[in-house]
């Protein structure tokens, strides 16, 4: 999964990215509205905790702006101000969620999660497929009642996987999603942390669907 963090407050900015690291996620930050209009026009997020008080451009229109553009991935506003009408507005403008400063950061992750569980067509916290089971709160996964050890970059593949379960999911999509702005993608590392994964988690779960990608399974009974 990957997140953008665009907030101007160095401070806040570092906060929320080592949150959103620690919680599994390729994380992309910037500074300004301009930075982070381009970023969120020309990369996929499953994502993005946008400040509406920023320079160059401010938040509500680098928000009106991708939803003109058709960009429809989740989008979580901060503000300092509290009122109903700049809720309203934000709303308005095509937030799915908003958060007034100053908050919890374990509040803001459990909006992060439920944002990426709806847009994936999800609704409890925990993710099923045949044996496997990924607790998105605790980020933990586990085959058949057993917690399954995993590196982040493999959490983040089967993580994605889980949330677009049915779906033929492509490697240019996976590198998309798993890295950030400045990771050296290539294609060719999905295939290693496949094989990893089927080392740890039955290997029929995972199918590989020749020259499309892969997709998750609910195993060997799956129709």
Known sequence: MRALVVEDDKDLNRQLAAALADAGFAVDTAADGEEGYF???????DVVILD????KIDGISILEQWRRSDRKMPVILLTARDRWSDKVTGM????DDYLAKPFHMEELLARVRAQIRRASG???????CGPIRLDTKSARVTCDGLPVKLTSHEFRLLAYLMHHNGRVVSRTELVEHLYDQDFDRDSNTIE??????RKKIPGDVIQTVRGLGYRMS???DEA
């Open 52 to 55: 509406i008080g920023l320079p």
């Open 122 to 128: 999800h609704v409890k916290s925990e993710i099923e």
């Open 92 to 95: 308005d403008a095509g937030a």
């Open 39 to 45: 970023l969120g026009d020309t990369e996929p997020y």
């Open 218 to 220: 609910q195993g060997p």
């Open 192 to 197: 290693v942390f496949i094989g990893r994964l």
